[in-house]
């Protein structure tokens, strides 16, 4: 071997050693960048994971400068945090006191003002002409629902110089009440209310049902647009009725515009509040609860205020809002979706922000939250409250708060005896009825969530008050901002609430 071949040897052995010495070197140097960026992007799908669960605390995630994952600070009013606002300020509401208990103050003013209930404007009575045949409706929805359903009934009945067939309840799905109209209302007051100014019979005439083959849903269905006019049932479904002697529609919801001449509305007014009576068995009990309310309110010279608590699983579930039960709770909401909307809400283009619902006034107040404005506005623990709701998401957790506030605070199934609610157990509408008929007769009566119940309350009350009716309407987008800050006083809690309801 040349001597400079010889040399070279030991120069090759020592490339060829070198070259998996590197590799495992490179292998080793990339495995923390691996790390890093694999750790990277699980931070980010978890990020994004938290906001779609509504658990982000109150954050909004996003990368920041180099990739790095940043949590950016909500905007006031966008978490839920009154449970941590109570605990601080429990104490201080149990004897802060330094106003009238608003139930024994001045029940509203005089505006001088004369009122006149709507039934009596533009009523007139006439003689009816004779009848253009029969009118078959079908009421859907819960009870106030089908109250709507059952006025506009009324009103095209008078439209089309029609006799009524006292409305057909649809077995709903999500109410599930096999209800008729007579174990609600009370039939024959209806009819006789309304005789002279519209025909209405319990069910078809024996003459006519034979036409159909005694089956209704051979009548034929004219299926009228929502909201139709005066002139629309005139012009369509006027001359079916004349040529057949009896119509169907179904469903029958909103199947009348707002809008109507002034007699027509007049009618709508004396069917909901007149001629709409509860049944003997509803009305009896609801009598007796109102009677326990006031003997039980002695501590206010027997009135009482109650609430209308929206706080069912369904409400949670549908408002896409987030409260305090962390991963649990949001986990069964979602579920909860899933069950009765089945994918509504995850279709493509259905953006869910629990934040930005509370900020914009859309997520139901808890018991808890309701308690502390009404110890805002002066009613303390000698308040008589009945809450008026169905079965309250997590009772034990979320009523637990108010009965410590409201320790005389009652509900239909605390006023009554088992036995007694037993005849109502299994439907919904004869127990709202009984909520119904409580929230009527209180001296305030508090709303939490927009719905049927609390805007035909609020015109019955007003009906029967002559005009004058205390309502509490709270406005929800400036609560959320109150009750966001936890450090606040009882005293600010009481001071700003002249802005934060409307009493009516």
Known sequence: MPAAAAAAAPMRGTEAGAKPARRLGRALAGRPRRAALLLLALTYAAAMLMLALGGGGGAGAGLGAGGVA????????????????????????????????????????????????CSSKRLKQSELPPSNGFLIV??????????????????????????????????????????????????????????????????????????????????PNMRTKAFSSESYYIQNVLPKLLELGAVRIAPFSNRLAHSVPSNMQALRCLANYEALRFSEPIKNLAEHMVDRMIKRSFLTGGKYASVHLRFEEDMVA??????????????????????????????????????????NGRCPLTPLEVGMMLRGMGFDNSTSLYVASGKIYNAEKYMSPMRQLFPLLLTKETLTTPKELAPFKGHSSRMAALDYTVCLHSEAFVTTQGSNFPHFLMGHRRYLYGGHAKTIKPDKRKLVLLFDNTSISMGSVQAPHAGHTSAQ
Request: hydrophobic fraction near 35%.
């Open 318 to 359: 549908f408002s896409c809002c987030t409260y305090d039960g962390g991963w649990k709770e949001n986990t069964a909401m979602e579920n909860a979706r899933e069950k009765s909307w089945r994918g509504k809400f995850h279709r493509p283009g259905r953006v869910i922000d629990p934040e930005a619902n509370r900020r």
């Open 138 to 219: 079908e009421a859907n929805g819960g009870l106030n629902q089908q109250r709507i359903s059952i006025c506009d009934a009324v009103a095209v009945a008078r439209i089309l110089n029609a006799t009524l067939v006292t409305p057909i309840f649809h077995l709903n799905s999500v109410w599930r009440d096999s209800s008729k109209f007579g174990d609600i209302f009370d039939e024959d007051h209806f009819i006789e209310t309304l005789k002279k100014y519209v025909r209405v019979v319990k069910e078809l005439p024996e003459e006519v049902f034979v036409q159909f083959d005694h089956n209704i849903s051979m009548i």
């Open 70 to 117: 940043t949590v950016a600070a909500a905007p006031p009013g966008s978490v839920y945090r009154s449970h941590l606002l109570f605990e601080r300020l429990l104490p201080e509401m149990r004897a802060f006191a330094s106003r009238p208990n608003p139930l024994v103050t001045s029940h509203y003013e005089n505006t001088g003002k004369q009122w006149s209930p």
